[in-house]
């Protein structure tokens, strides 16, 4: 288990448990976080899954695969720390986890 | 008015499901017509997924969206389903005689006994830069399709983003255009590398501009752009004139117009039974990922099941008091004629 937050524009935060193996996106799905949209379902073809990681978690996070890199090119602000939250697989290194929703998915 | 076209059955949506559900209509003769706003068939097989595997069709240990378009548009070659792409029903009403009429964006009017709504996740549309103000400028100044290049003549144009569509415009309106300025947020592009080449030697001749960073934010009134301000990837500001832009940032899927058509929804999904298929307006049938009922699953092996039984309902509707007798493609004769196998 790992605990995962996910922070809202608007500062709401909500903390969830994530399992191991599983993504942030679906760990976000299942919980039903609000602006993780993941239209593709997991597929790393949509952008709509986008977060901003915290950036005391970004080391751990690691950086993001070409794929990702190319996909981004879809999200709205893409910043420094921008993840698709369907290419970051919990495990128990990440518990604590903190990541921000931006605002719109679009 | 354009001619009106009359039919059995109008299917919304090429994906799947879609494709599936014109074989199942064609083996009891239903004559279909398919719209599909995407340019091509094969709905998120096409537009999201058409290179990535998919491992749960039957028999299909392994298969690429695309793959799988192309294998159903073979299954349903014999029935010679009429295509109409790049359009979107936009309005559904019943017609007193019975049926329904059908009217898409492009001005394309159906008459037909049967609608099959087999929308998936709704309809594909450009995705809108959440950029503060953008709704002020949207069909005026920002344009997120091109309909008519002529429009675009004489303009100082900023493209916005990476991918085919972005570099497309690029070299296609630079010719007409006052000045193209090409902005993406990185000096990489997941574009035809041809297109890439040909916009970096314009850039070389001083013909046009390219510039990284992000926009922000927009300048302009009364619906008229002037310039858009830009973050650079070094964090600096800096505006691009510009009156009109064009952002290019993929597609998204939005429910659309089918929330207007008068029948139940639910959390945006359209509630069906699990015989026909049948929404709450008898005559329009739901299947695939857009509907919903007790233990749906959004499998593409779920919506072809709920293709098959759908035709069920079609057929009586379509010859009342005909019983219709059930045959299986691998013995029946007549089903085999059909599929032009004997």
């Given at each position: ?38 239209d ?67 | ?42 709905g998120q ?74 929308a998936g996740g709704g309809s594909f ?127 998204t899927m939005k429910l ?33 990922d857009i ?7 959004k ?44």
């Amino acid at each position: 288990m790992a605990k995962i937050t996910f922070i809202q524009h608007n500062g709401t935060e909500q903390t969830v448990e994530g399992l191991p193996g599983m993504s942030v996106m679906e760990t976000a799905v299942k919980n039903m976080v609000p602006g993780i949209d993941a239209d593709c379902g997991g597929a790393c073809a949509c952008a709509t899954c986008h977060v901003y990681v915290e950036p005391e978690w970004v080391e751990k996070t690691g950086a993001r695969n070409p794929m990702e890199e190319d996909m981004l090119d879809f999200a709205f602000d893409v910043r420094d720390n921008s993840r698709l939250s369907c290419q970051i697989k919990v495990s128990d290194v990440l518990d604590g986890l903190r990541v921000k929703v931006p605002e719109k998915q679009f | 008015m354009s001619d009106v076209i009359t039919t059995d059955a109008v299917i919304i949506g090429a994906g799947p499901c879609g494709l599936f559900a014109v074989f199942e209509l064609g083996l009891l003769d239903i004559r279909c017509h398919v719209v599909d706003i995407l340019d091509r068939p094969g709905g998120q097989c096409a537009e999201l997924y058409p290179e990535k595997p998919i491992y749960d069709i039957p028999a299909l240990p392994v298969v690429t969206g695309a793959e799988l378009t192309s294998r159903l548009l073979e299954q349903i070659k014999p029935f010679k389903p009429t295509f109409h792409f790049n359009h979107m029903v936009t309005g559904v009403k019943k017609l007193e005689e019975g049926g329904f009429e059908l009217e898409t964006d492009g001005g394309t009017i159906f008459h037909s006994r049967v609608v099959v709504i087999a929308a998936g996740g709704g309809s594909f549309q450009p995705k809108k830069p959440p950029i503060p103000g953008i709704e002020a400028y949207e069909n005026t100044s920002v344009f997120y399709s091109v309909k008519k290049m002529e429009a675009l003549r004489g303009k100082d144009i900023l493209i916005v983003g990476g991918g085919d569509s972005a570099l497309d415009w690029t070299l296609n309106l630079h010719p007409i255009a006052n000045s193209v300025t090409l902005l993406h947020r990185r000096d990489e592009f997941r574009a035809a590398p041809d297109s890439v080449k040909k916009m970096r030697e314009l850039v070389e001749a001083g013909k046009m501009q390219f510039k990284l960073g992000q926009v922000t934010g927009l300048k302009g009134e009364n619906g008229i752009l002037s310039a858009a301000t830009v973050k650079g990837n070094d964090s600096q500001g800096f505006d691009v004139a510009c009156n009109a832009m064009l952002p290019f940032f993929g597609l998204t899927m939005k429910l659309g117009p089918v929330a207007e058509w008068g029948l139940n929804l639910h959390e945006n999904l359209i509630p069906v039974d699990t015989e026909k298929f049948e929404t709450s307006v008898e005559g329009i049938f739901a299947i695939g990922d857009i509907n919903t009922y007790p233990g749906k699953l959004k499998l593409i092996l779920s919506g072809f099941h709920e293709a098959a039984l759908m035709a069920q309902k079609v057929f009586k509707l379509k010859n009342p008091g005909e019983r219709l007798m059930f045959q299986y493609t691998t013995s029946s004769s007549s089903l085999q004629k059909k599929l032009g196998v004997s």
